[in-house]
């Protein structure tokens, strides 16, 4: 592990980031975003989520230096008398765990299919190519609304963690594409390359050409889209929670946070919606950054 991060510093894209301010300082805040969510149960002052310590007596509570605030809860209460800093550190687990799980299946489903009709052609990839012309005019969250509503309508009496599968489902769907394209695109070029063409020479069969020789060569475009998409997954998770049809209430992440701040907004309890905005910023804002610099790092013609 050791001799493994001594040769990742001492590479061109560990030399890149130490002397990029931004890519260092972005890296921080997602680091401490996720340390914070995945640690929640230790780190979060308050447990949000346990009915037994909720006082509706402190519903509502300004942040901590406020005149009417308490140093209990730092950032303030929600209407349910909830700590508003402990309510983000669950939050964000949520929002993390969704966004990385359907990044995760669009780049398997993605990769997998870009390989196969870059490297097959013809009307194999004719097929997939039409396939992800039909996607793309389907957006996520109409896909979620339609995901939702038959789920809802084939099993009314399912449990929350349904809702949860209809996030990572929904993003997924609209999700692969992109990597599908790119993936595509380069296996078109690597595949009438000299290496490819010596081993069908030797005899080795197309899967083991895919997998063996071109996918190490198409991985790196694909390592910063995912990176950047790990953003844009989080933000439509966010949306669809704040629509309704995202993470249940018994376990909100950022966007139903948002969404019930929302109704508070115009009364002056502005802590409940703004906070959970500002997390969701931070960590779209460092995920993003974070894939432009690796985009920088791995293009040779920027080094």
């Not at 991060?5 to 996720?34: E, K, M, Q, W």
């Not at 005149?67 to 730092?74: H, Q």
């Not at 063409?197 to 198409?218: D, K, Y």
Request: with cysteine; glycine share 8%.
């Amino acid at each position: 592990m050791k001799v493994w991060l001594a040769r990742l510093g001492d590479s061109d894209i560990g030399y890149s980031f130490r002397n990029s301010p931004v890519a260092v300082a972005a890296a921080t805040i997602a680091f401490v975003c996720i340390f914070c969510s995945v640690f929640a149960n230790l780190v979060a002052p308050h447990n949000p989520f346990d009915l037994s310590t909720l006082e509706l007596s402190d519903a509502r509570l300004p942040p901590a230096w406020d005149a009417l605030g308490s140093a209990k809860y730092l950032l303030g209460t929600d209407d349910q008398g909830r700590d508003i800093l402990s309510a983000l550190m669950f939050g964000a687990r949520i929002s993390l765990a969704v966004g990385l799980a359907s990044v995760a299946l669009s780049v398997l489903l993605g990769v997998t299919l870009g390989l196969i009709a870059g490297f097959l052609g013809g009307w194999v990839d004719a097929i997939l190519m039409r396939l992800c012309d039909v996607m793309l005019s389907f957006p996520a969250i109409l896909v979620a609304l339609l995901i939702a509503g038959v789920g809802r309508a084939l099993f009314p009496n399912a449990q929350d963690s349904l809702a949860f599968f209809v996030l990572i489902i929904s993003i997924t769907l609209t999700g692969w594409v992109q990597y599908a394209r790119t993936v595509r695109g380069s296996t078109l070029v690597e595949r009438h390359k000299e290496y490819v063409q010596a081993a069908r020479v030797t005899g080795v069969s197309s899967l083991r050409i895919m997998r063996r020789h071109v996918l190490p060569n198409v991985l790196g475009p694909v390592l910063v889209l995912a990176t950047i998409q790990v953003a844009t997954a989080i933000i439509i998770e966010a949306t669809l929670s704040f629509l309704g049809v995202g993470a249940p209430p018994t376990a909100p992440s950022l966007g139903t946070l948002i969404r019930v701040g929302n109704n508070y907004l115009f009364s002056g309890e502005w802590w409940i919606t703004v906070f959970p905005g500002l997390m969701l910023v931070l960590i779209s804002l460092s995920v993003n950054l974070l894939g432009d610099w690796l985009r920088d790092a791995l293009n040779p013609k920027l080094r």
